[in-house]
């Protein structure tokens, strides 16, 4: 009690009363409540490991829905440009008919003499082989190429002859054709002038040839 | 561990984790709230929610206390808004007895204190702490919480005043009228 109106007696009296007690279930509900209060939390994923996984799953789909639609276009891109290879031959072909036709003994006779030129320079360079060493290997190989091609080319000259449609003018054709008949060879002039004409049925021939 | 600590100690200890300190000081301080708002209000019932409520606001305060005034001021402040609270919702009339303070409490100083126990009469002695408690009981709410408070709070005046929220001038009237009013209905017993 207070100093100033202090009553001894009284405050006697009045802690001998007792009194109440609150009941111990009423103690246990307020200290665990306290304890609760002041209890650490549990720890709580943080938020990016929450929506790890989801978001995962949500890339991985998308990426491969992009990945899928991507590649199937490039495909149906690829498809059209493939097929023209092989279609495309037919459409030039059907224009110079005639003249291709002409020609085509004269191809067949370069094929042979043509890839054995191309074909040789290949085995040519040596990988392994270090530079210094590949330059005089890759220059017989060189000299190969254009000996082969100085033999192949009076074969092909020769060819030509044969095929003049393609290797000559009509005129240059007339020309070689008076030169064999002023030459005195009638036959093969004879048979230069029916290849001529066979070649340009509409051409007009000279006088002197026909 | 907690034994030497002082309230406001152990209020701050609570106040940064320590839940054991929270114990001591509510073993420390139980019995006395609790009788406090016992004979405040009358009913066990309506003094143990009372109590659950004032223990459970001292908890969540935590946070906000500071050691500047004693522990029991704050607490007893806590109960007091809380008891003014509880009045209110009750309609009862308590509430208007805080207002209705008497000046002059000079008569206190005519009734005298009792100087000594009377061993030989157990029984007029039981029968005067019945007749305290029920005069305790009949005093007008302001005056039984200011007697309460300086018994089973310990506080002075001045802490009183405090957790009241009067001044001390009004505290000591309300003291001293209590005392005043509970000394002359044990008179009349003797």
Redesign the interface.
Known sequence: MTDELRDEELSRLYRESGGGEPPSALDAAILAAARAAVKPPPRRRPLWRAWALPVSVAATVVLTATLTLTVQREQERAAPEALPPVQAPAAPAAAPAQALQEAKPTRKAEAPALPPAAAEPKPAPAPAVPMSAERPQAAPAADAVELRAKSVAPALRKEAAGSAPLARTPEQWLEEIRRLKNQGKETEAAEALAAFRKAYPDFPLPEDLR | MHEGMGDEALMLA?RD???GA??AL?RRW??RL??YL??QCGS?AQ??EL??DI??KV??A?RGYEAAAKFSTWLFRIAHNRLVDHYRAQGRVEVASYDDDPDDADV?AAIP?????QPEALLV?KA???E??RQ?EALPAAQRETFLL??EG????EE?AAATGVSRETA?SR??YA?NK??AG?RELK
């Open positions: 609570y984790g320590d839940a929270f114990e509510y139980r019995s609790y009788r016992l004979r066990p003094a143990d109590f659950q223990w459970l908890v969540n935590r206190v204190a009792r100087a000594q126990e002695r005067l702490v019945e305290l408690v305790i300086s018994e310990e506080l002075t005046l009183i000591k003291l001293r005392l509970l000394r044990l």
